[in-house]
């Protein structure tokens, strides 16, 4: 595949500047936000902006690639830890807290990937993941039957306590997370009682809607 010639002085100008406003829009009115907006306080007309990103999964992927690099980076922060069960509360805690402090990934958590290129990041840093989860399990500190799929459980439940409490009580979801963490514990395990959602499943329930612009 030949290589992509470098934008043009003005061309990479405008499109740093839909990106940098992307993220502010999506950040203050969600990433559903009006596309015009944006434009806007890019400082271009519209059509530009279709014209870089023809569509708002394309935006979204470009306002949150740095997000989904920090989430792989956390990842490998957690594998370096030598505690099993202290690496896996860091990577869960380190996650919630970049989805606490900001309403982008907060957002990104109950939708599909925005782009291949986020799919195959979040694939990586899946793999990272389960062997975090793997060596907590086989070490005896993390409950057995927990499974990768369950950890939108937490990010779901999360999501909605940042939502209702960011306003009000914006700590709050570090206490709804220790009650989850605890129930986690291997000694503190009963049987669940269906097994995990698998990842079609899963990949099924996030909110993607094909109508939007």
């Not at 986020?118 to 500190?141: F, L, N, S």
Request: proline fraction near 6%; include cysteine.
């Amino acid at each position: 595949m030949p290589a992509q010639k470098p934008l043009r002085l003005d061309a990479r100008r405008n499109r740093d500047a839909l990106v940098a406003a992307a993220r502010e829009v999506f950040a203050e009115r969600g990433l559903d936000a009006p596309l015009k907006e944006i434009a806007a306080r890019a400082g271009v007309a519209i059509g530009t902006l279709y014209n870089r990103f023809p569509t708002r999964d394309d935006l979204i992927a470009a306002a949150v690639e740095d997000r989904i690099e920090a989430g792989g980076r956390i990842a490998e922060e957690a594998l370096a830890l030598d505690d099993p069960w202290g690496s896996f509360v860091y990577l869960v805690e380190k996650i919630c807290e970049l989805q606490a402090y900001d309403r982008l990934l907060n957002e990104l958590a109950l939708r599909a990937a925005p782009s291949p290129e986020i799919a195959a990041q979040r694939d990586r840093g899946h793999a990272v993941m389960r062997e975090i989860i793997t060596r907590a399990q086989d070490a005896g500190v993390l409950r057995a039957d927990w499974a990768l799929e369950d950890i939108a459980f937490i990010t779901w439940s999360h999501t909605r306590v940042v939502e209702q409490t960011a306003g009000i009580a914006p700590e709050a979801w570090r206490r709804n997370l220790a009650l989850m963490l605890d129930g986690l514990r291997a000694e503190a395990a009963h049987p669940l009682p269906v097994p995990p959602i698998s990842e079609e499943q899963l990949s099924r329930s996030l909110l993607a809607d094909p109508d939007r612009d």
